[in-house]
């Protein structure tokens, strides 16, 4: 439920695909723009910082605002928050004011405003875009906890847990800095101080839970919502949806590869078969970055997270090459025949972008807001007897091909990882899970090939709210607005601009993606 090309990247969801997509179409104009509007960039305001981003056709105007780290709580201080304001390029007022948040929890958004000016170009004609990077990150100041983020993903469960710990004790009482409803409050503190009336809230991967967030805390100030990527703020603790979703997709692939390169039924065959033997026989993995080299220890866990995280980024940026998704099916079926290397080489290549990135705004927000199996309040003894009561209480096949233990072990934001996360110095009530929200416009889309956040999940997220809408887009992952064509961002742009989504057809378009074929 979670971009960065460094270690962050592995639990987010738009920008850094589309930075990469960037990358690959340096020649082409912005959206809707000119030559001109190309060649030349606005100016920035005279006062901006240094660190204030260039948009190609666009005036930036950035600044910082000093808001309390702990609302109630004036001894521990305050926290610088930075945002960014890409204007809009028409003469006259802005028709509206467009907040993004990129995912995460924790991930930037000011650095990504070249990329959001070339995506969103058409919208940015008569629309402004507000980037807030959240407290903790980016050029917003950082509280850091002393965990990596390569430490932390490679790390076996019991040491992910250890990390979590070692992270609140280290924050002590600023682990409860980390909210999503403070980031929500730091967002609507930006608007008041623009004088923005109300806000049309762009939410992706974990911005589908923050902005619901905002919603329920700021109702009034909320014009129209969209979410991509989406999941509930009651989402299952169990992780259920998600493994579900890793053998739709594995079926998927199959059986819309042409000619077919393998059996759906057989890949899901496969699956069962890997992932019961990691459970019962772990292998280990050198995993190298930039960073150094890591020991990996692959369990069924880290088998789950690979399939159901790591896989679905990427998914329908580049339909004609190989992708983690369309290298699996293959590499199962080796390795269930006595071959690892093949699955091996996904692991290594997967792992490669660790990085050193602190994780306290990732692991506090997680830790403070997400919804458990057991009561955030009880001792830890009581704790862990919820948590493995709710596990045997798993109906079999609730899992799909995965034992509920061992898919819980593999998500760095759920399962047992916070559940040493202390009683003291955190959010004092959790977040609600079903608290009112505004009844405004909301378009939902979800990538029929993502597991991370599936189209189950998204159906929930969109019946939060009165008025809205569900798309789930076909060959595509997390998050759908990966796919090249524009044909995403053109929904969302539309829907943004008049509260509908307009012409989907093109929809039918987005092609499937490559599948390395199955040996027989």
């Known amino acids: ?23 690959t179409t340096a020649a082409m104009l912005p959206v809707g723009g000119t030559a001109a509007s190309a060649a030349l960039a606005a100016p920035r305001a005279a006062a901006a910082p240094a660190w204030c981003p260039t948009v190609p056709g666009h005036r930036v105007d950035c600044d910082t605002l000093d808001r309390p780290l702990v609302a109630g709580q004036s001894a521990l201080g305050k926290v610088k928050v930075s945002y960014a304001v890409v204007r809009h390029s028409a003469p006259g007022a802005a028709k509206g004011t467009v907040a993004i948040n990129t995912g995460g929890p924790g991930e930037v958004a000011i650095e990504r405003a070249p990329v959001f000016g070339h995506v969103l170009g058409d919208l940015l004609k008569d629309h402004d875009l507000l980037l807030v990077d959240p407290r903790g990150t980016g ?38 800095a980390y909210t999503s409803a403070a980031t929500a409050d730091d967002i609507d503190a930006v608007r008041a101080r623009l004088g923005v009336p109300q806000l049309s809230l762009y ?34 603790p169990l992780a259920r949806p998600q493994a579900q ?13 042409v000619p077919a390169a393998c059996d759906g039924k057989q890949a899901v065959r496969d699956l069962a078969t890997v992932a019961a033997r990691l459970r019962d026989r772990p292998m280990t993995v050198p995993v190298t970055t930039e960073h150094g080299t890591y020991s990996v220890r692959f369990t069924e866990g880290k088998l789950a997270n690979l399939l159901y995280e790591a896989a679905s980024r990427e998914v329908g940026a580049a339909p004609g090459e190989p992708s983690l998704l369309g290298r699996l099916p293959g590499a199962l079926n080796r390795f269930a025949h006595g071959d690892v290397s093949a699955l091996r080489t996904l692991i290594q290549e ?22 458990k199996p057991w009561s955030a309040k009880a001792p830890l003894s009581v704790r862990w007897r919820q948590y493995r009561a709710a596990l045997a209480g798993a109906d079999r096949g609730e899992h799909g091909a995965f034992s509920a233990e061992g898919f819980n072990e593999g998500p760095t934001d759920g399962g047992d990882v916070c559940i040493d996360w202390p009683r003291e110095n955190t959010a004092p009530e959790p977040q609600p899970t079903h608290p009112k929200l505004p009844d405004v416009p909301v378009l939902v889309l979800s990538g029929d090939l993502d597991a991370n956040t599936p189209d189950a999940n998204g159906v929930l997220a969109a019946r939060q709210f009165r008025d809205s809408g569900f798309i789930s ?45 199955v040996l027989k």
């Open 473 to 517: 887009v076909p060959n595509t992952g997390h998050v759908p607005e990966w796919e090249p064509t524009g044909c995403v961002t053109g929904i969302s742009t539309r829907f943004l601009r008049t509260g509908g989504p307009g012409d989907t057809s093109c929809l039918r378009g987005l092609a499937p993606i490559t599948v390395e074929p």
């Open 350 to 371: 997967d792992g490669a972008s660790g990085g050193l990135e602190d994780q306290a705004p990732y692991i506090g927000v997680v830790c403070n807001d997400y919804r």
């Open 203 to 236: 939410g992706l991967s974990y911005g589908t839970y923050l902005m619901p967030v905002y919603a329920s805390r700021h109702p009034e100030r909320v014009r129209s919502i969209v979410q991509s990527g989406a999941y509930p703020l009651a989402f299952d």
């Open 139 to 176: 050029r917003s100041e950082r509280i850091p906890c002393g965990v990596t983020d390569a430490e932390y993903r490679f790390g076996t469960r019991a040491q992910q847990r250890d990390a979590v710990k070692r992270c609140a004790a280290n924050l002590g009482p600023k682990a409860a």
């Open 1 to 23: 439920m979670r971009l960065g090309n460094d270690g962050r990247a592995r639990r987010a969801g738009l920008a850094v695909a589309v930075t990469a997509l960037l990358a």
């Open 245 to 257: 979703a890793v053998s739709t997709t594995l079926r998927r692939v199959c059986d819309r590869s």
